[in-house]
């Protein structure tokens, strides 16, 4: 008999091929995402502060002494129980993150989620909470997701109950019929024979991109109907003609936005148009400021004055060409100190380094726009100056979002990772300590957490700077890029 987990119940709703290489292809196991987990065991380690006084089941959920102990809890009334347990006669068994005693016979199941705002998949996870339990005889009342309050503003220590918001979650619940009736469906699939793999850009998206991607979809080409067709017509273009592009018909995607980009593919043509360039051009004013970011988002706010999951800048490059054809001039500040705020620092080299006029180009603007914004609010001493550069920004993603230039090999993203080897080859991001914004942010919060050795952050500081300084660099070729194409 196959015991049936929360996790594995979620899985099994999403995609039958998914349950089966959970519990039967041990070698198709995914990575996991520790840091992912332990920012989750963070969260509900705070979680249960906000509902003091509780037992703590400590065994792992498919221990019997986890149930056990439990049923001990119960029968002592007590007020709240932590990691609560139970398990079915039947295979299936779930830890409930805090079981609420409501003191009349009833209880309160709340599962603790580390995001602001609870997802569809989350109530499919409480749904199979309430049938265990009440399949165990626990007469379960009311069901809560609590997340993480975006609203909140740490102001010194957190506090706990500010932190978090429950979110009544019965209204988009399961009935307990269709779980009964998914568990079964789920135990058929799992002893029936394999299945055959049906892949669809809805399903494999559905709650979260399956971690099962790089088997299913392994003969994907990179560039596929997948990126160039949206929503269900790309499922339903998949189902007539297949994953190549080669085999679309033309008329099926000339209506597509993005059509230029499957004809410059098949045809293997670059696409240049001078307007849009020109469009670029034409509001450059000297002298030339590139500006990028780096930022770490913590779940729980560290500091003074920022909000759950608030992007805090931790790092910029700045190169500077102050005339045309002049000598390219580099500044940056990378913060140094763990455990304290990056952003009062950063903001007064920013202001010293980045003068009054001149372009500040950026490459996806509502990034370093947006930043500025919250730290003209969070910091408002510093408003008139930030607000300042923001008026100055101009966005170089703009005339290759708008296919002023655009290449083949950039399978249709204008994100500077592919316009960067498709219009500067020599410049490349692969063999740099940091690859992208995502490993800069992990390693960055691992030193803000006093989690590395000295040696490991003198690495990490290293790369930190090459890293942001090809962004900086990157932006300065592709501009050169751009200019070159309108002499051409
Ligand atoms: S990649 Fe798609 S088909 Fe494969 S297991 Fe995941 S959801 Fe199912």
Not at 167 to 192: C, F, K, P, Y
Not at 392 to 397: A, I, N, P, V
Request: glycine fraction near 6%; charge should be negative; hydrophobic fraction near 35%.
């Amino acid at each position: 008999m196959f015991k049936i987990s929360k996790s594995d119940y979620v899985l099994g709703v999403k995609c039958p091929n998914a349950i089966w290489f959970k519990k039967l292809r041990k070698d198709l196991q995914p990575e996991f995402n520790t840091a992912l987990l332990e920012q989750g065991n963070a969260v509900g380690a705070l979680a249960r502060s906000k509902y003091p006084d509780g037992v703590h089941i400590t065994e792992l959920p498919w221990e019997r002494s986890a149930v056990l102990n439990t049923q001990r809890a119960i029968d002592n009334n007590a007020p709240y129980i932590y990691e609560a347990t139970m398990a079915t006669s039947t295979g299936e068994y779930c830890a409930v993150d805090i079981l609420k005693n409501n003191k009349d016979g009833t209880w309160d199941i709340i599962e603790v989620k580390s995001t602001t705002k609870p997802h569809d998949y989350h109530y499919i996870d409480i749904s199979f909470q309430k049938y265990v339990f009440s399949k165990c005889g626990l007469q379960i009342r009311d069901c809560w997701i609590l997340t993480l309050n975006p609203e909140y503003v740490r102001h010194g220590e957190l506090d706990v109950q500010e932190l978090f918001i429950a979110h009544d979650a019965s209204a988009e619940m399961q009935s307990m019929e269709t779980v009964a009736s998914e568990v079964e469906r789920i135990r058929n699939i799992l002893n029936g024979p394999e299945l055959g793999i049906a892949i669809s850009k809805a399903k494999c998206n559905k709650f979260y991109e399956c971690s099962y991607k790089n088997h299913c979809w392994r003969n994907v080409p990179p560039y596929s109907v997948f990126d160039t067709f949206k929503g269900a017509l790309a499922d339903e273009i998949y189902a007539e003609y297949g994953p190549d592009l080669a085999n679309v018909p033309a008329d099926q995607y000339a209506r597509q936005m993005h059509s230029g980009d499957i004809e410059a593919f098949l045809s293997n043509q670059e696409i240049r148009d001078p307007d849009i360039l020109r469009q670029f051009t034409d509001q450059l004013r000297w002298p030339l400021y590139y500006l990028d970011y780096e930022s770490i988002q913590p779940a729980v706010p560290m500091f003074d004055n920022s909000r759950p999951y608030q992007q805090i800048c931790f790092q910029f490059s700045l190169h500077v060409q102050r005339t045309p054809g002049g000598v390219l001039e580099h500044y940056e500040y990378l913060h140094n100190t763990p455990g304290t705020d990056p952003r009062p620092g950063l903001i007064q080299k920013l202001i010293e380094t980045i003068g009054d006029a001149g372009s500040v180009i950026v490459y996806n603007q509502g990034f370093e726009q947006g930043r500025n914004t919250e730290m003209a609010r969070d910091f408002p001493e510093y408003a008139t100056q930030l607000n300042a550069i923001n008026e100055r920004m101009l966005d170089l993603l703009m005339p290759f979002r708008y296919r002023g230039l655009y290449r083949p090999c950039q399978n249709g993203s204008a994100s500077i990772k592919q316009t960067l080897p498709a219009f500067v080859p020599e410049m490349s991001y692969e063999n740099m300590g940091i690859h992208n914004g995502t490993e800069a942010s992990e390693q960055f919060m691992a030193f803000m957490q006093g989690k590395q050795t000295p040696e490991q952050t003198a690495t990490m500081m290293q790369n930190l700077h090459d890293y942001c300084g090809q962004d900086t660099l990157a932006m300065v070729k592709l501009l050169e890029v751009v200019q070159g194409a309108l002499n051409k």
